[in-house]
């Protein structure tokens, strides 16, 4: 792991607190679920680890006019700094089609285990307690409202995310338990799946009492 060792000080730089939907500690709680997701698996955990301390590296605003290009960018980003770990250039190749494949902008399926898990790894990031907080994180930089005061649920009106926070629980973030790749991501996407839509029931039952 003397790669990652090198690498880790290289991209550190790159995730700051401007966004705390993805500064340094989002990667350190991605690490953490990929290791979990890779227990048992035969992968090659270096290149998985090093793709999940790169996949960030550029990161745009939701409301970007390229923000689909990010993942892109950031694996063009990486090359350099994966060379300068030691990385051969096969592995780079094939950490950067892993940091290409985890965005869900671009709706890409994963073609390899590796890029499965850390798809579902980052995705999983979105989900449960933190979910709720990178949420609200994303909704203030994008300034819009906590929720439509005359129909919070969207019963009677379409959905509308870049509007609404709350909208977007239901536009993504409870559509991604059917998403994930592997079983074990599957089960924890479900339980803080259940976690949110708690809070989001209790949201409601605050607003209407």
Same mark, same amino acid.
């Given at each position: 792991?003397?790669?990652?060792?090198? #690498?880790?000080? +290289?991209?550190?730089?790159? *995730?700051?607190?401007?966004?705390?939907?993805?500064?340094?500690? /989002?990667?350190? %709680?991605?690490?953490?679920?990929?290791?979990?997701?890779?227990?048992?698996?035969?992968?090659? #955990?270096?290149? +998985?680890?090093?793709?999940? *301390?790169?996949?960030?590296?550029?990161?745009?605003?939701?409301? /970007?006019?390229? %923000?689909?290009?990010?993942?892109?960018?950031?694996?063009?980003?990486?090359?350099?700094?994966?060379?300068?770990?030691?990385?051969?250039?096969?592995?780079?190749?094939?950490?950067?089609?892993?940091?290409?494949? /985890?965005?869900?902008?671009?709706?890409?399926?994963?073609?390899?285990?590796?890029?499965?898990?850390?798809?579902?790894?980052?995705?999983?990031?979105?989900?449960?307690?933190?979910?709720?907080?990178?949420?609200?994180?994303?909704?203030?930089?994008?300034?819009?409202?906590?929720?439509?005061?005359?129909?919070?649920?969207?019963?009677?009106?379409?959905?509308?995310?870049?509007?609404?926070?709350?909208?977007?629980?239901?536009?993504?973030?409870?559509?991604?338990?059917?998403?994930?790749?592997?079983?074990?991501?599957?089960?924890?996407?479900?339980?803080?799946?259940?976690?949110?839509?708690?809070?989001?029931?209790?949201?409601?039952?605050?607003?209407?009492?």
């Amino acid at each position: 792991m003397k790669r990652l060792e090198i #690498l880790i000080p +290289l991209v550190k730089p790159f *995730y700051t607190q401007e966004d705390p939907a993805h500064d340094w500690p /989002h990667i350190g %709680r991605v690490v953490a679920l990929a290791r979990k997701l890779a227990q048992g698996e035969t992968v090659d #955990l270096p290149c +998985l680890l090093a793709a999940v *301390y790169c996949h960030d590296l550029v990161n745009l605003p939701k409301d /970007h006019p390229e %923000r689909s290009q990010a993942s892109h960018l950031a694996a063009q980003k990486a090359q350099p700094l994966l060379f300068q770990s030691g990385f051969s250039p096969i592995e780079i190749e094939k950490i950067q089609q892993c940091v290409i494949e /985890h965005s869900f902008s671009k709706g890409l399926k994963p073609t390899s285990l590796e890029a499965a898990i850390v798809q579902d790894s980052d995705r999983l990031d979105t989900l449960g307690a933190i979910g709720v907080l990178r949420c609200a994180s994303v909704n203030t930089q994008m300034k819009t409202s906590f929720y439509d005061p005359f129909d919070p649920l969207a019963q009677q009106r379409e959905l509308n995310d870049k509007k609404f926070m709350v909208d977007h629980y239901f536009v993504k973030i409870f559509k991604l338990p059917e998403l994930m790749n592997t079983a074990k991501g599957k089960a924890e996407a479900l339980k803080r799946v259940e976690f949110m839509q708690l809070f989001l029931s209790t949201l409601v039952s605050e607003i209407k009492s």
